[in-house]
C-alpha cells in the first residue's frame, strides 16, 4: 500500500500549508476553529474527511483566507473525462456574453426552448459530455437572440434556467472554476432582474445562494433566500418554492441553526406532498423522494452521520426522479458510512455506485476526493482496498 503520508487529501495537505505560512501551531488553529489540536491534525493527514461546509469556513476564518484556499477546485486531467474537452468552449461563450459579443444565431423562442429543455435533460441523466457540446452554442445563441430584442420575456425566462441548472450545475459537476459557476449565476441575475416573475427570481435565487454557500457566506446565502416571494399554486411555483426551502436547510445547518434547519425540513417536506409528481416543467427534480437526499446531505453537513445513514436505508434509490439524485443518494450514504465503525467496506461500495452512475461527481467534488482519501489510509488488502485504490487512482489520487 502507498505510504500514508502518499495518501494524505489535497484539501489537508493545503490546510496545513496555509497554517504553516501563516506561522501559527496546531493549538491556535484548532482553538480559533473550535475543533481539538488531535481533531485537526488528523485533517491535515488526511485520516479525517474535510467535508462540511461550516468547519471549512471555520478554519478559513482561524487561517484569514477565503475557503476556496483550502478546498481548492479539483484537479482536471486532461483526456480523464470526455466532458474536459467542453470547458475551454463554455469559459469562451461566457467570455463573449460578458463582453456583449455572443456572435451566436437569432432563433425562434421555441426553437431555443427544445434546445433548453434537450440539455437540461442530458444534464439529469449526468450525460456531461452531451451537455458540454451543446453549451456554448447555446448561451451564445440565446444571448444573440436577447440583444436582438426578439421574445425578449421568454429568452430571459429560458436565460435565468439555462445558467442555474444547466451551465452552473455543470461547471460544479465537472470541477470547473467556482468563479466561471459564479459568472453563470450573475448572469441567471441578470436575466431575472429584468423580469417581473416569482418563479424565474427563485430560479436565479437557487443558483445564487449555493454560489455564496461555497464562499462561506451563509448569512448572505439566507438572506438570498428569504427575500423571495413564490406562491403555491402551480406546479412550477411548487418546485421552485420547495428547492428554496431546501436550500434554506442546508444553510441553516452550515450555520448551526438546528430550530430554521427542521422547520425549513418540514415545510419542504409538505410543499413535496403537494407536488406529488405533477411534472418538473424546473427540471429540479423536487418531490418526497428528493427531499430525504437533502435530509441526508443536512444530517451531513450537521455532522449527524449516523442520521443519514439512517435516513439513506428508508429511501429507495430506484424512486428517486434521475441519475443525478440517484448519484448524490450514493455518494452521501458512502460519505455517512465512511464516518461509522466497521461500515468503511459498505462506504466505498456506495461511492463505486455513485462512480458508475457518474464518474465526475465522485473524481471532480472536493468532499468526495477528501472521503476517498481518508478511506485510502485505512484500506485493506481485499477486494474492497482493490475497489477503492482504483477510483482513487481514477479521481486523480496517489496510489
Known amino acids: 500500500m502507498a505510504d500514508q503520508a502518499d495518501a494524505t487529501s489535497e484539501m489537508g495537505r493545503r490546510l496545513r500549508q496555509i497554517r504553516h505560512a501563516r506561522r501559527k501551531s496546531l493549538a491556535v488553529v484548532a482553538g480559533l476553529a473550535g475543533i481539538s489540536t488531535s481533531y485537526l491534525s488528523r485533517l491535515e493527514s488526511g485520516e479525517r474527511a474535510l467535508d462540511r461546509r461550516s468547519l471549512i469556513v471555520s478554519l478559513a476564518n482561524a487561517l484569514e483566507v477565503a475557503p476556496s484556499e483550502i478546498t481548492g477546485a479539483a484537479v482536471v486531467f486532461a483526456g480523464e473525462l470526455e466532458e474536459d474537452g467542453s470547458l475551454n468552449g463554455v469559459r469562451l461563450a461566457l467570455l463573449a456574453v460578458s463582453m456583449r459579443q455572443p456572435r451566436g444565431e437569432v432563433m425562434p423562442a421555441e426553437l431555443l426552448e427544445a434546445r433548453v429543455g434537450v440539455l437540461l435533460d442530458a444534464q439529469r441523466a449526468c450525460r456531461f459530455a452531451e451537455v458540454g457540446q451543446q453549451l456554448p452554442g447555446l448561451i451564445r445563441d440565446l444571448h444573440t437572440t436577447l440583444d436582438a430584442g426578439r421574445d425578449v420575456a421568454h429568452v430571459l425566462r429560458l436565460l435565468a434556467l439555462l445558467h442555474v441548472q444547466g451551465t452552473m450545475a455543470w461547471l460544479t459537476d465537472i470541477g470547473a472554476s467556482m468563479d466561471l459557476a459564479w459568472q453563470a449565476a450573475t448572469l441567471a441575475q441578470q436575466a431575472a432582474e429584468r423580469l417581473d416573475d416569482p418563479v424565474t427570481h427563485a430560479i436565479s435565487a437557487f443558483g445564487t445562494a449555493f454560489g455564496l454557500m461555497g464562499a462561506g457566506a451563509f448569512d448572505m446565502a439566507a438572506e438570498t433566500l428569504t427575500r423571495q416571494a413564490v406562491g403555491t399554486t402551480t406546479t412550477a411555483e411548487l418546485s421552485a418554492r420547495g428547492m428554496l426551502t431546501l436550500t434554506m436547510s442546508l444553510v441553516s445547518a452550515a450555520s448551526g441553526d438546528r430550530v430554521g434547519q427542521a422547520a425549513a425540513l418540514e415545510e419542504a417536506a409538505g410543499l413535496a406532498t403537494a407536488v406529488n409528481g405533477d411534472g418538473d416543467p424546473l427540471w429540479l427534480g423536487f418531490g418526497v423522494s428528493n427531499v430525504n437526499v437533502w435530509r441526508m446531505s443536512v444530517a451531513l453537513e450537521a455532522g449527524d452521520h449516523a442520521e443519514a445513514a439512517r435516513i439513506a436505508t428508508a429511501i429507495d434509490p430506484a424512486a428517486l426522479p434521475s441519475p443525478t439524485r440517484q448519484a448524490a443518494y450514493y455518494r452521501d450514504?458512502?460519505?455517512?458510512?465512511?464516518?461509522?465503525?466497521?461500515?468503511?467496506?459498505?462506504?466505498?461500495?456506495?461511492?463505486?455506485?455513485?462512480?458508475?452512475?457518474?464518474?465526475?461527481?465522485?473524481?471532480?467534488?472536493?468532499?468526495?476526493?477528501?472521503?476517498?482519501?481518508?478511506?485510502?489510509?485505512?484500506?485493506?488488502?481485499?477486494?474492497?482496498?482493490?475497489?477503492?485504490?482504483?477510483?482513487?487512482?481514477?479521481?486523480?489520487?496517489?496510489?
Not at 461500515?343 to 455506485?353: E, F, G, I, P, S
Open 333 to 399: 450514504f458512502g460519505r455517512a458510512l465512511a464516518r461509522l465503525p466497521r461500515r468503511q467496506d459498505d462506504a466505498v461500495l456506495m461511492l463505486r455506485r455513485a462512480e458508475q452512475i457518474s464518474p465526475a461527481r465522485i473524481h471532480r467534488h472536493p468532499f468526495m476526493r477528501s472521503i476517498i482519501a481518508e478511506l485510502l489510509v485505512k484500506a485493506k488488502r481485499d477486494a474492497v482496498g482493490r475497489e477503492l485504490r482504483g477510483m482513487a487512482f481514477r479521481a486523480g489520487l496517489p496510489v
